[in-house]
């Protein structure tokens, strides 16, 4: 059975950062491609940044280019994802998924390609 475990969600002030981590379970971690989504009030789940089975190609939304980074330490079976500059926008329940092939050579970052989830970690950024 696959179990996907965020954490590391939390309060934050606009501007500062938070690192959000993820676990995967029942699964052999280093051939599924990854991903963080984020579903905010009244809003669609979005993809918010992806990541292949390799760790060596990485997407992000255009809302986050240049303040979130995916990373991936597949000797852990163990996701991240730094947060910076946050900002109010960003608030919301954030999630990791992975899909239930492997070694994807085409992965895109949308929601209906995954398959396992998380149960979600809440990320509330105040100004």
């Known amino acids: 059975q696959v179990q996907v475990v965020e954490s590391g969600g939390g309060l934050v002030q606009a501007g500062g950062s938070l690192r959000l981590s993820c676990t995967a379970s029942g699964l052999t971690f280093d051939v599924h491609a990854m991903g963080w989504f984020r579903q905010a009030p009244g809003k669609e789940r979005e993809g918010v940044s992806c990541?292949?089975?390799?760790?060596?190609?990485?997407y992000y939304a255009d809302s986050v280019k240049g303040r979130f980074t995916i990373s991936r330490d597949n000797a852990k079976n163990t996701l991240y994802l730094q947060m910076n500059s946050l900002k109010p926008e960003d608030k919301a329940i954030y999630y990791c998924a992975a899909p239930s092939t492997t070694k994807d050579n085409n992965w895109p970052c949308e929601p209906y390609r995954y398959n396992y989830w998380g149960q979600g970690n809440k990320v509330t950024v105040y100004s």
């Open positions: 990541i292949d089975w390799s760790g060596g190609n990485t």
